[in-house]
Nanobody
Framework: QVQLVESGGGLVQPGGSLRLSCAGS????????MGWFRQAPGKEREFVAA????????YYSDSVKGRFTISRDNAKNTAYLEMNSLKPEDSAVYYCATKKFASNVRDGPTGPNYDYWGQGIQVTVSS
């Protein structure tokens, strides 16, 4: 069984920084890609960033590229999303997700059909 638990969300002022963590469990090949998505009220869920568990290849949406950094610690089974230069439009519920190896072969890391999802954590950027 794969489980994902997010932590590190909260309130931050525009221009500030925040780091999210996602602790995962389960077979490595069942969580080959770790990804972050976000969803603001009234909007569609959108891809933010992803990282492969084995080779650490990273992928970012254009809206966060250069500001956010995704990383992982394999020994701790944890992925991180460091968010810098935060803007009000970054406010959303952020979800950690993971994708099986086979799913990645089919869809790639930026595809929406992830296999497992965390509960989500609120990030609010406001003065």
């Amino acid at each position: 069984q794969v489980q994902l638990v997010e932590s590190g969300g909260g309130l931050v002022q525009p221009g500030g920084s925040l780091r999210l963590s996602c602790a995962g469990s389960g077979p490595t090949l069942s969580r080959y890609v770790m990804g972050w998505f976000r969803q603001a009220p009234g909007k569609e869920r959108e891809f933010v960033a992803a990282i492969t568990w084995t080779d650490s290849n990273t992928y970012y949406s254009d809206s966060v590229k250069g500001r956010f950094t995704i990383s992982r610690d394999n020994a701790k089974n944890t992925a991180y999303l460091e968010m810098n230069s935060l803007k009000p439009e970054d406010s959303a519920v952020y979800y950690c997700a993971t994708k099986k190896f086979a799913s990645n072969v089919r869809d790639g890391p930026t595809g929406p059909n992830y296999d497992y999802w965390g509960q989500g954590i609120q990030v609010t950027v406001s003065s």
